[in-house]
C-alpha cells in the first residue's frame, strides 16, 4: 500500500470495555441467528469474528483482557440467548440447548481463541504478560494513606453532643 493510502486508513482503538460489550453484542447475534436460522455454523463463526476483531482493534494496554475474556462472554450470551429462545421446561430447555451448542461449537472455540491469541501476541501480548508479572512480583502499588480512626468518638464528630459531664 502506498503511503498516502496508508495515512487515509483511519486507526481505531477500542477500550477494553468498548471491546468487551463488542464481543458481547457480536456473540449474542451469531447465536440469536444460528438459533432462529438452524444454523450452528454461524454460531461459531461470530466467534472467531468477534474474538479476532476485539483483539485487532482494542487499545494494546487492554489486551490481556480481551484474551481472556472471550470464552466467558460467549458462554454469558449462550446462556442468556437459550433462556430466551427456551420452549416448555425453560430450565432443562436451557441446559440441554447451552450443552449442544457448546459441543457443536468446540472447534469454533479453539479456532477463535488460538487466532485471538495470535492476533494478540503480534500486538504486544507478551510486554502486558510481563507487566503483569512484574505487578505482582512486587506487590499492588501502594495506596494512599486513610486516615486513621480516632479512638475518641467525640474528637471524630466535634458537633456530636457529649455524652460525658
Not at 459441543?103 to 492476533?119: E, H, K, N, R, Y
Not at 501480548?125 to 467525640?154: D, F, K, M, N, Y
Amino acid at each position: 500500500m502506498s503511503e498516502q493510502a496508508q495515512r487515509h486508513i483511519p486507526d481505531i482503538r477500542l477500550t477494553g470495555r468498548g471491546a468487551v460489550l463488542g464481543m458481547l453484542a457480536v456473540f449474542a447475534l451469531g447465536l440469536l441467528g444460528a438459533s432462529w436460522l438452524g444454523w450452528a455454523v454461524l454460531a461459531g463463526a461470530s466467534f472467531v469474528a468477534g474474538s479476532a476483531a476485539a483483539a485487532f482493534y482494542v487499545r494494546s494496554r487492554d489486551l490481556l483482557m480481551v484474551t481472556i475474556a472471550p470464552p466467558l462472554l460467549f458462554c454469558v450470551a449462550l446462556f442468556v440467548v437459550k433462556a430466551v429462545t427456551a420452549t416448555g421446561d425453560m430450565a432443562l430447555s436451557t441446559a440441554e440447548g447451552v450443552a449442544v451448542t457448546l459441543a457443536g461449537v468446540a472447534p469454533w472455540l479453539f479456532a477463535g481463541t488460538v487466532l485471538s491469541l495470535v492476533i494478540a501476541w503480534s500486538r504486544g501480548l507478551r510486554e502486558r504478560v510481563r507487566e503483569l508479572q512484574e505487578e505482582l512480583r512486587l506487590g499492588a502499588p501502594p495506596r494512599s494513606p486513610e486516615p486513621a480512626a480516632s479512638p475518641h468518638p467525640a474528637a471524630a464528630a466535634p458537633d456530636a453532643p457529649s455524652s460525658a459531664r
